[in-house]
């Protein structure tokens, strides 16, 4: 027992003793601080460390908060680093994987150069590694196998060549691939095919050339698979039957490949768009289709395919596109086709159809673009086509159309274009095609029309474009046609008018005028005596054109003229010749500027000695010179007004259509204010993107600025929502203007060096062109993020009322997430219907905090959010765009996703049309709003 105690005594004296000496022995570095010594090393490895990541210090006793930087919550080890769009110069960082826990590593979008670096190889539990868009050189390591618990990885946008290594397959978690745009040169390989968890492939824009392996018919998890212009050649793979998941895309357009369409990719159950257009793909359209149950856009344009369009295609009931013109393609158009629910985009022109058009296609209220056009069909226009009240382009030129154009045509209140050219249409021109007010283009030209121009026509205030030319008509040019003020190309020839040329055309600017080979008589008027008109008079025996002052006036009217200018007097047509009659035809016209106050603005000339003298300065290839951009400048023009100047709409001699913006300048004390002139020459002068209003020139002079665009004659965004000429955009049409005006500003954030902002988002500053995709407009506050930072200052709070993001309130230093606020705005009203204030919301209210008070109602506060104006279908496809915008909307500008993230949440949010009933609904409701922590 004595032994036993004295044992026992001696273990407690051991265990004291111990205690102590662990006490006094010094204390083992914490792993905190080994931390900061790694993300300091990588800091001081850039060139720029002073510059980037100011917050990184060495003497902070953790990184647990630095930017960029996530540690687990408990135990304060670092698990993420996002270094992204931080602007950093130098080679990838690699001391990365001595922190053992690393499990995301992203410094994607910046300037880092060098090779692949072989160190990251080390990080043996990374998931995800994103070097995209950055400066990287060489081949792909094989030695990424080592990564095996790599799930993403995205190395798009760098200078990669050479081959896919092997070593790349050995990833056995890999779910996404993005090797986008690099210049990758060797086949695809067909090890890929191994990635069997892999639900994400893009390898667009490379150069790898060879064929499509089979082996990637093995990826049974696939959602999107995109190899856009990659070089490929030979056929589609059969085996791509077996993507029974792929949902997304299949994208395999642009490329070399040949042979017929396998039927197997016709069997994809989810696949909602199928891209194959611009290839050389040859035989028939495969019929058996029927388990394409998701699809939405179906696009086999400019290939060689031959054959009929299978009747099967009107089973599609999901479709909304099809697109398979500029083919052999011949029989007639499948009935079921215009039975489909959701077809709005129907354009098989250039193919050798025949038969009669179905009537269910003229009456389709879905349809919004039908071009026909340069095929063989037969039959007449039905008098239903007055149903398709949607129709906004009616294309079917080149056909053998018959029979008259029956009334009810002008009960198409949305329809633009009509264009029936040779066709053998006859009887008269209705005169209810003057109810189409909104039409800019009417081609008939090379029919067998009768009887008279309806004067009626002139109430097409919209009209741009009329050609009636190889037709039979009779009687005189209506002079109501002088009130066209947007008209700009007139085509009257080879008919049997009679009469004089009304002298109400020459207040028109004409870039193209032709009343050859008619029965005219009297004398032409001044403003259409024009040297690139030589041509547009010949073959009317009895018009003349005399000395200048026998020559009736622009300006006057037929009441204004004295009898023996108004007289008709048979004559030869006799033209002056020379440089006299130029001479005198110029100094005509200047005079007439002059005198006429609204035609002072075609030249801005004081009346003065001390004429302006105007700059141009061209950021595009150019088919006109300044001097044409001048004298466009006519009141009439005008299109839109503000306080900085006007706009103006204007044709271009060589068809171009253009707005131009006329920035008034204004003097305070010794400084000018331009306006934002100098800030949208900066910015929009280098930009080059699709989603990116194109700037073509900028011309100034001492007392007025002037920048040239790309015409969209759809407007802006806010016009299409709110105007009271406001149109019902159906849900793919507004979510197709979300993408793309939100790849637009992504490109201004991400893809352009240095940053831009743009620092006025608003729905007013989308434009969108004639198939309504989106061109992000108006950098009139634009600010450039140079390489000394990320934010910058401003005196006054830029933007709009609606619009502005809370930090302005607190702080003049804002970035990007500034601009992410506003575009969540956009995204609220395409979602709502409703403008950013309105009175309905209350006092200080604004459509983020009305939305937002909305959603806590559980009982039918969704459903007062959502827009009305679309209907039940698309309310669940509007959720995952709801949720983005309350994502971009948060009052944290830290909490917002980056323009890059909010473009890759609105591809995942592209519209299924999946119509569920009012339970499921509710509980995507519930979802959403525990997703946004606002349940």
């Not at 095996?148 to 290594?165: E, K, M």
């Not at 665009?709 to 849900?731: T, V």
């Not at 992504?746 to 989106?774: F, G, M």
């Amino acid at each position: 027992m004595k032994d036993k105690d004295g044992s026992f005594a001696m273990c407690v004296l051991v265990l004291i003793g111990g205690l102590i000496l662990v006490e006094l022995a010094p204390p083992i570095k914490p792993i905190a601080s080994v931390q900061v010594k790694i993300l300091m090393e990588l800091k001081n490895s850039l060139e720029n460390p002073d510059k980037v990541l100011t917050n990184w210090r060495e003497t902070d006793e953790t990184p647990c908060g630095w930017t960029g930087v996530t540690c687990d919550p408990n135990l304060k080890l670092v698990t993420d680093i996002d270094l992204s769009n931080m602007n950093l110069r130098g080679l990838v960082p690699s001391l990365i994987c001595d922190l053992q826990n690393l499990v995301s590593y992203n410094v994607g979008n910046n300037y880092l150069g060098g090779s692949f670096p072989a160190k990251l190889l080390h990080c043996s539990k990374l998931e995800y590694l994103n070097l995209s868009q950055n400066l990287i050189v060489g081949e792909l390591p094989n030695g990424i196998s080592r990564l095996q618990s790599l799930r993403n990885l995205d190395l798009s946008g760098n200078d990669f060549s050479g081959s896919i290594p092997p070593g790349l397959s050995d990833l056995p978690l890999l779910e996404s691939l993005i090797l986008t745009n690099n210049l990758l040169n060797d086949t695809i390989p067909s090890h890929l095919g191994k990635l069997s968890n892999l639900k994400w492939l893009d390898l667009a824009y490379n150069s790898f050339g060879g064929v499509i392996p089979e082996e990637l018919g093995n990826l049974s998890q696939l959602l999107y698979i995109r190899l856009t212009k990659a070089n490929l050649s030979g056929t589609i793979p059969n085996s791509f039957g077996n993507l029974t998941q792929l949902t997304y895309f299949l994208d395999l357009s642009y490329n070399n490949l040949q042979g017929s369409i396998p039927s197997s990719i016709m069997q994809l159950p989810k696949l909602s768009k199928m891209e194959l257009y611009s290839n050389n793909l040859s035989g028939h359209i495969p019929r058996d289709m029927k388990n394409l149950l998701s699809i939405t856009d179906i696009d086999l344009s400019n290939n060689s395919l031959s054959g009929s369009i299978p009747d099967e295609i009107g089973k599609l009931q999901t479709l909304e596109l099809l697109h398979s013109w500029g083919n052999h393609l011949e029989g007639e158009i499948p009935p079921g086709l215009a039975d489909l629910p959701k077809l709005n985009k129907l354009r098989l022109f250039n193919n050798n159809l025949s038969g009669k058009i179905p009537a269910g296609l003229w009456n389709s209220v879905h349809l919004e673009i039908v071009d026909l056009s340069y095929n063989n069909f037969q039959g007449g226009i039905s008098p239903d086509v007055g149903l398709a009240t949607n129709l906004t382009l009616l294309i079917l030129s080149g056909n053998r159309l018959n029979g008259s154009i029956p009334p009810e045509i002008g009960n198409l209140p949305k329809l633009n274009k009509l264009h029936l050219s040779q066709n053998l249409i006859s009887g008269s021109i209705p005169l209810h095609l003057g109810n189409l007010s909104g039409l800019n283009e009417l081609f008939l030209s090379d029919n067998h029309f009768s009887g008279t121009i309806p004067p009626e026509i002139s109430k097409c205030y919209q009209l741009i474009q009329l050609n009636l030319s190889r037709n039979s008509l009779t009687g005189s040019i209506p002079s109501e046609l002088g009130n066209l003020k947007d008209l700009n190309q007139l085509d009257l020839s080879e008919n049997n008018l009679s009469g004089e040329i009304p002298v109400e055309l020459g207040k028109l600017s004409f870039l193209s005028f032709n009343v050859s080979f008619n029965k005219l008589s009297g004398a032409v008027p001044q403003c259409l005596i024009n040297e690139k008109f030589n041509t547009s008079f010949i073959g009317n025996a009895d018009l003349r054109a005399e000395a200048l002052k026998a020559v009736k006036p622009c300006s006057a009217t037929a009441a204004d003229l004295p009898a023996h200018e108004s007289s008709k007097g048979p004559g030869p047509l006799v033209w002056a010749v020379g440089g006299t009659f130029a001479a005198a035809a110029l100094i005509y016209l200047v005079e007439s500027c002059l005198h006429f106050r609204k035609y002072k603005a075609c030249f801005n000339m004081e009346e003065t000695e001390g004429r302006a003298l105007w700059s141009m300065t061209s950021f595009h290839k150019l088919g006109f010179s300044e001097y044409e951009v001048l004298s466009s400048l006519d009141e009439d023009n005008v299109i839109g007004t503000g306080g900085a100047g006007k706009v103006y709409k204007a044709t271009l001699s060589n068809g171009q259509e253009v707005a131009i913006k006329k920035l008034r300048t204004e003097a305070t004390g010794d400084k000018k204010h331009d306006y934002g002139f100098n800030a949208e020459v900066e910015t929009l002068g280098k930009l080059r993107h699709k989603n990116i209003v194109k700037l073509l020139c900028c011309c100034s002079s001492q007392d007025a600025k002037l920048l040239v665009y790309d015409y969209m004659p759809n407007g802006s965004l806010g016009d299409q929502l709110h105007s009271p000429k406001a149109s019902s955009l159906n849900w793919a049409t507004r979510y197709k203007i979300a993408l793309g005006a939100a790849e637009g500003l992504a490109y201004l954030h991400h893809d352009y060096n240095p940053t831009v902002l743009h620092c006025d988002v608003k729905s007013n500053n989308i434009l969108l062109d004639l198939d309504y995709e989106a061109r992000v407009a108006d950098f009139g506050l634009a600010r450039i993020l140079q390489t000394c930072g990320k934010e910058v200052s401003f005196s006054s709070v830029p933007g709009t009322c609606g619009y502005i993001a809370p930090e302005y309130a607190y702080t003049p230093k804002v970035n990007e997430k500034s601009d992410i606020y506003s575009f969540g705005v956009v995204l609220m009203e395409l979602i709502t219907g409703k403008m950013p204030v309105e009175p309905e919301f209350g006092d200080g209210v604004d459509i983020v905090r009305w939305v937002c008070d909305k959603l806590q109602i559980k009982d039918g506060g969704l459903l007062e959010v959502l827009d009305p104006r679309l209907g039940r279908g698309s309310r669940e496809d509007m959720l995952p765009v709801l949720k983005v915008a309350l994502l971009c909307t948060r009052t944290l500008p830290m909490q917002r996703p980056s323009m890059r993230e909010v473009v890759q949440m609105l591809l995942e949010a592209h519209p299924k049309q999946i119509h569920k009933d009012a339970k499921h609904f509710s509980a995507k409701r519930d979802s959403l709003l525990v997703q946004i922590n606002l349940k």
